[in-house]
């Protein structure tokens, strides 16, 4: 079965880093475009970045373009969200994301808080 275990989060002051990290497992990875979701509490799930299955096409939201960089390693089935530059709206749970099978599948979510 599709697993996707997001790991990286954590609270970090504006103006800092933190790297994301999604290991998919039960899909032939190499072959997905993956993408980064994010849910600040009392708003809608959006879309923050997605990338082809072999990475050569990058998408980003506006208000994390220049500041967030979306990569994969397809021989570890991982895709990785590198955040800089973080401010307090970047808040949120973020997820993984793989649509397979024309099914959506998410994982568990890891908490970003960006405060002071």
């Known amino acids: 079965q599709v697993q996707l275990v997001e790991s990286g989060g954590g609270l970090v002051q504006p103006g800092g880093s933190l790297r994301l990290s999604c290991a998919a497992s039960g899909f032939t990875f190499s072959r997905y475009a993956m993408s980064w979701y994010r849910q600040a509490p009392g708003k809608e799930r959006e879309l923050v970045a997605a990338i082809t299955s072999i990475g050569g096409i990058k998408n980003y939201a506006d208000s994390v373009k220049g500041r967030f960089t979306i990569s994969r390693d397809n021989a570890k089935n991982t895709v990785y969200l590198q955040m800089n530059s973080l401010k307090p709206e970047d808040t949120a749970v973020y997820y993984c994301?793989?649509?397979?099978?024309?099914?959506?599948?998410w994982g568990q979510g890891t908490q970003v808080t960006v405060s002071s």
């Open positions: 994301n793989v649509k397979y099978n024309a099914l959506n599948y």
